[in-house]
Each structure stands twice: as C-alpha cells, then as structure tokens.
C-alpha cells in the first residue's frame, strides 16, 4: 500500500470513529474582553489612610461592584491568555471551533470608617473559584498566589 493511500484509509478510518480533540495555544494577555483594565502605574495616587473613597472615584471611575457592607471597591476586567481549538466528530459529522481562555483580573480596595483606603490588591481570581469564595477571602486576609501589587495598612 503506497503512502497516499495509507493516509486516506487511516483518515477514513478516523472519521468513522467518535473522537474529540482540544488544543490549548497561550497567547500573549493583549486582548480585553471584558472590563477596563487597570494598570499598576495608574495605582500610584493610592496611599492607605490619606486616599479618600471619593478620590479613587475621581481617578479610577465608578466601581463595577461596592460591597457596601465591608467597604470595598471591585473593579473587574477579562484578558485573553490563549485560545482553544476543539474539534469532535461522531461517524459521518462533526465540528470544529476555538474558544477564548480568560483571566480574570481584579482591583480590590476596601476602605476604613472615614473613607479612606485601609488596602487595595491588584490580583487575579483562579478560574476554579467562585467569585464569593474569592472575595470573602481576600477580606479575611488569605494570600493570593497570583496577588500582585498588594498593600495594607493596620
């Protein structure tokens, strides 16, 4: 059997057959698709106990989320970390397609009784975590591994 028709059996044989096939690819995070990011540098003015809530207002816009009862700000934001490829295919069908992998990012800044930032963290949420979970433990002090630009005043 020549190698052409080799090929063309095997893809036969392949076609008939229920299969599935997913291909992370990374990508460089230079695509949003969610939000408004909110870069490092643009944290600079934020000092705990001098910041006021209506300053980070003036500098960062409205919050997409006040968690009013502990007094924190959520700014949220999406990036693209890479695409998946799928394929699956039953017998005579199938289908293909690709897929964004997000990151989601957070800026996290909770205020003291006077209205001043006490901390503020510029981290990201595991994927595998619901955003409660991930939240309740930002405010119980829990490390994040992946927290980055962390400040806290007592």
Sequence with gaps: ??????????????????SCILLPIPTEEDKI????????????????????????????????????DARVFIYNWEMRQGILFWA???????GAGM?????HHLLLIQFDEQE???RFSRTTRPLAQSYADFLRGWLKGSPSQSEAGSHRME
């Design 1 to 18: 059997m020549n190698s052409g028709a080799f090929a063309l059996s095997f893809l036969s044989v392949m076609l008939l057959l229920e």
């Design 33 to 68: 698709l969610a939000g408004r990011p909110v870069t490092e540098a643009q944290l600079s003015f934020l000092v705990p106990k001098i910041t006021t809530r209506e300053e980070v207002v003036e500098h960062l816009g409205n919050p997409d989320i006040i968690w009013e």
């Design 88 to 94: 699956a295919g039953a017998y005579y069908s199938g």
């Design 99 to 103: 897929k964004d992998i997000t990151r």
């Design 116 to 118: 001043k930032v006490q």
